[in-house]
């Protein structure tokens, strides 16, 4: 089936369903065959998903080639699931929003596999740790190409399967195992919503097809289109690491740190920006469902912002910033400025994967050490990781003119022009934040004099981490390109799927908003080198004088704790209660009574029969006895 205008596909078209296949097969290869690959594994796994990139680019460059009204195309596999009337078939989809999310899955996800061709050497379960990124990349392909909710449910699951697989892959380590399950046990919370989401639109609509769904003649009510959107949010806060659900994130920091680039940066937890996006028509028949997505995303975007500015674990504070950073595309998407929100999860796809595998050129350097406490002057011993990590700070504190100035920028710029007052001024707040904790952590890491042994015996990473490093790089500095406001390029190339947006006159003038934009990011940067970069202040004395607001921010406002003593407590007494009395005394001990008394009829019954002809015969004679009087009783 094809759009309107679309007569003949383009071959590159015909072969989307190359773009998912081809990393299923690296993961198949590596997964029965990866050890005897060795070192070839990785090359095999990454090549094989820069074929799905290079797809992807010529699926572009013809979807670029048509006009706006006829980008869209929907590739039949074959059919999946009929039931009754229900009808749901293996189809994906090619328009605007899908090929913009299938570029940034393969495209950064094939320089994070190269990444991790050096980064991983030397593991044992080499081929294994391949096979799972790219079963992972297979999944996030299906559930963004997907023409269904069904199909893209599969994809979701798939994702946090892969991404148990891989935050656990060290399961060795107590903590790594731990940070799986909590990773799978909490977003399972809002996959469990997402699904009765689904159940409601084949109960109201009777088809999970987006073309359907979404389109105008749905027939939902404003509840209906309500209740569906809350749930499928759900799923999204679950996914995308969003207030109250955020809890996993922080500790998935566990995995090795090309899964934190891959998963936790560039894909996975954009799935719920992703979601929302795909799903607005329902959102916007809500609208109240809209206004959730804008509070809960800008709770999230304060609320990690402050806790990453006492981080230690120089990983952890890219976990709290990357949960705040999604907090700023919901923001954007509560307030229907979609393609704004795309924007930012391409930029943020950029320069958070190069901080991540930055940051994980630190770890390497610095032989495993991970506390920034004990860093420190790295500049001087890792100058091209210095280089690239500073780019990449500097565009998420919103530095123009690179891609996160313009990235959050837009955004602030919406909320201002829409009349969102305090949209814009806690926006911006949040935006100090960043700055501020960005810094901390490149002040702390990289200037002043070495803090440890480890520090001093730093060496830089090899070329096979550091090219794609630059390459990240260069797409955080320039990726400006692709938006300059709401008129840019990739708004205008998203408008056939979310539609054109409308900016407000309210507001500040453009002018002030880009003034008061660089007062609060120099600000930010200019306290945090005043504090850790400028020698004149001893930053650990400061932090021991306010100990409790730093023991508060360290702890993430006691989420976590609130979390084990209202949830993890009650649940563990339950647990023990439901194992050593339910199931020890009750269930057993109703097992266990049934063969006692079988035992001990058993032992009766043994002494009954002795063997004794005198004693079979006695017996025999009191039976006689007991029938005659009881027939003599009767009569």
Known sequence: MSAAGLSAPPDSFALVWLVPALPLAGAAINLFVGKRLGRWAGWLASALLAGSFVISLAILSHLLGLTADSRLFVQHLFDWVTVGSFRAAADLRI??????MILVVTGVGTLIHVYAIGYMDGDPRYGRFFAYLNLFAFFMLVLVLAENYLLLYVGW????????????????????ADAAKKAFITTRVGDTAMMVGLALIVVHVGTLDFSSVLG????????????ISLLLFAGAIGKSAQVPLHVWLPDAMEGPTPVSALIHAATMVTAGVYLVVRSHALFELSGTALTV??????VTAIYAATAALAQDDIKRVLAYSTVSQLGYMFVAAGMRAYAAAMFMLVAHAFYKALLFLGAGSVIHGMHDEQDMKEMGGLRRRMPLTATVMIVGALSLAGVIPLAGYFAKDTI??????????LVYVLGTAGALLSAAYIGRLIFLTFFGEERSEHARAAHESPAI????????????AVGGVLATGVEGKLPTFLEPVVGVFAEGGAGLAKGALVAIALVVTATGLLVTWFLYGSGRVDWLAVRVRVAPLHRFLQRAWYVDDAYAAVVGTPAKAAAAFTAYVVDARVVDGAVNGVGIL??????????????????????????AVAILLYVGVRF
């Open 412 to 421: 602030l710029e919406i909320a201002s022009t829409s009349g969102r007052t």
């Open 293 to 298: 997505v804008l509070v809960i995303g800008l």
């Open 598 to 623: 079988v035992r001990r009829l058993a032992n009766a019954g043994r002494r009954v029969q002795t063997g004794f002809v005198r004693n079979y015969a006695l017996a025999f004679l009191l039976g």
């Open 465 to 476: 981490m550091t090219t794609p490093l630059l390459v990240l790089a260069a797409g955080a």
């Open 157 to 176: 699951e798939g994702v946090g399967l892969c991404s148990y697989l891989l935050i656990g892959f060290w399961f060795e380590r107590k903590s790594a």
């Open 95 to 100: 328009d605007p929003l899908s090929v913009t």
């Open 216 to 227: 105008s003649d749905a027939g939902l009510t404003k509840g209906a289109a309500t209740a």
